[in-house]
């Protein structure tokens, strides 16, 4: 039986991602992981961030492709 060196890197690497994605879904449910990094629901201190930082990258460039002018620190 002949296998198809490319379709079996490739099952194997999906595979792998899926099983990585399902790990930190798993991970990010546990108490020891909400412990450690607290609860995820954006940022506290500066709500405002959280629509910018979904439209503009960090390089001053909306998701257009047009740049805004703003620079988005990732601090």
Known sequence: MKFDRKAVFGSLLLTWAASLQVHMMWLQ???SFKEKFGK????????HMD???KDVSSD????SGTFTGDQVRAD
């Open 29 to 31: 449910r546990q108490p």
């Open 40 to 47: 995820q629901d954006g940022n506290k201190e500066h709500p």
């Open 51 to 53: 629509e910018k930082l």
């Open 60 to 63: 001053g460039f909306d998701i």
